[in-house]
């Protein structure tokens, strides 16, 4: 099973991205789904969380009040809609899957998740 990560660019601080999920192999709306980024000599880090269905979401508290997530059902899509973005918050961009309804302790953790994509760049510059 393979997750496909699209929607990366070059945007302008202030502008906004919005970031796709998909993939063939699983019907991604029985499963949680987080986007991870990760920045040049940082570690990857859980940007946000979505549970199975339309559950509960989470997010990082460096993102709060500018990004969300959703699902689109019926395309087996995520999205992360990013607005106001910053130029720290440029990064690669992964989506990935629990394998299951929601994350066993916390969403955070990179352990939690069974299926990953390839990342998508993001970059925040004027």
């Known amino acids: 099973v393979q997750l496909q990560a699209s929607g990366g660019g070059l945007v302008q601080p202030g502008g906004s991205l919005r970031l796709s999920c998909t993939t063939s192999?699983?019907?991604?709306?029985?499963?949680?789904v987080g986007w991870f980024r990760q920045a040049p000599g940082k570690e990857r880090e859980g940007v946000s969380f979505?549970?199975?269905?339309?559950?509960?979401?989470n997010y990082a508290d460096s993102v709060k009040g500018r990004f969300t997530i959703s699902r689109d059902t019926a395309k087996n899509m995520v999205y992360l809609q990013m607005n106001s973005l910053k130029p720290e918050d440029t990064a690669i961009y992964y989506c990935?899957?629990?394998?299951?309804?929601?994350?066993?302790?916390?969403?955070?953790?990179?352990?939690?998740?069974?299926?990953w994509g390839q990342g998508t760049q993001v970059t925040v510059s004027s």
């Open positions: 192999g699983l019907t991604l709306d029985l499963y949680a």
């Open positions: 979505i549970s199975s269905g339309n559950g509960p979401t």
């Open positions: 990935a899957t629990t394998f299951s309804p929601t994350a066993r302790y916390d969403w955070h953790g990179q352990y939690e998740y069974r299926y």
